[in-house]
């Protein structure tokens, strides 16, 4: 099932990247939380397939040309998939050069997508993710 959920999750990146909202939302559970790292601007738990659409097409929206699958996918096992998601950006209203940096365990259950925990810190994540260096 783990390797099931990295290529459900790469659909699902495809799906963010060409804004095909319905393939989005049909991989997600109705109860889908999104915890933003601490690291994130106004970070908030995030409820519901809806609003976390809307907070993913914004991020991707601030960007020049933001590609999310691109991300690196690894199984973690138990449900899980850690995602390493580096692009080097610039900003479509500033021009100004940003590197994201982030990692996402992404949990799993009955192959819907249930919680993205946003992480600044590698470790971190690894952790979260039941993983080790």
Request: charged content about 35%.
């Amino acid at each position: 099932m783990s390797r099931e959920n990295v290529e459900t999750l790469r659909r699902g990146l495809e799906a963010l990247d060409r804004r095909d909202r319905a393939a989005w939302l049909a991989q997600c559970e109705p109860d889908l939380e999104v915890v933003a790292s601490g690291a994130w601007p106004d970070a908030e738990v995030i409820r519901g397939p809806e609003p976390a659409w809307d907070f993913y097409t914004e991020v991707l929206e601030a960007f020049e040309d933001f590609a999310s699958a691109d991300a690196e996918l690894v199984d973690a096992g138990a449900g899980k998939v850690l995602v390493h998601s580096r692009h080097d950006l610039r900003g479509k209203a500033s021009g100004a050069a940003v590197q994201f940096d982030y990692w996402v365990v992404v949990t799993y259950r009955d192959g819907k997508r249930h919680r993205d925990e946003w992480f600044a810190d590698r470790a971190d994540a690894l952790e979260a993710a039941g993983l080790r260096e």
